[in-house]
């Protein structure tokens, strides 16, 4: 089969991050396939984010969605599931905030708000990498570039749009596409049991654990996902 008559991919990004957190996978897959990276930086909420990237988007293909990429591939899957194809999930979780992620959230708008966004950052590279990581100047350094180049006004807006997200949970039953869900054991945003809900969630959908990898498991671990993807989407 040509790339060009292979199911195109769509990758839809966590908040603060851009097209960048899926560079190594854009390179694996561009000889394949036909690939894109859905606009979450102009809407406030999910909804509109999954509509965006619906309108933009090939009438069928494979989504993969990283962290708040996540939140809007399952908001795709109550809009249109007729146009995914498969479905990838990567440190995300299905739940809404609770009151401690809310706590969290206010504080970041609270630095934004006192002129203190830089230090957003600094603040998820802890929860973003694996503790073996977070002295590495290659990840840290790209974490903060795609932070400057959201900016803040960007930020708010997803900030926005994550707080008012509803609980997916109850709407995972009707996905029914092949599910792949990868979970860095070392992440510090998502946690097992959320991964769980995924699993349990989504009929045939099957787990996969990056030992040693935290939440952003796209450049922690390229080799390890890329493999894990390629071999999912072979099998497709």
Known sequence: MSASSKTPIVFACGQLLD???WEPQRAAFASQRSVFVSDHRSDDTIEAMAKRLLAAAPDQFLLMGHAMGGFIALEVMRQA???VSALALLATLANADGPAQTERRMGYIKLVEEGRFEQVAEERIPMLLA??????????DQIR???QDTGPEIFLRQQRAIMSRIDSRPSLGV???PTLILWGDEDGITNRAQQQDLLDGISGSRLEVLHGCGHLSTLEAPGQVNALLSAWTDAL
């Open 19 to 21: 097209e960048r957190c």
């Open 81 to 83: 599931p007729e146009r």
């Open 131 to 140: 503790p073996s990581r977070r002295s590495d100047p290659g990840l840290t």
């Open 145 to 147: 570039a795609m932070a």
């Open 175 to 177: 996905i029914t596409v």
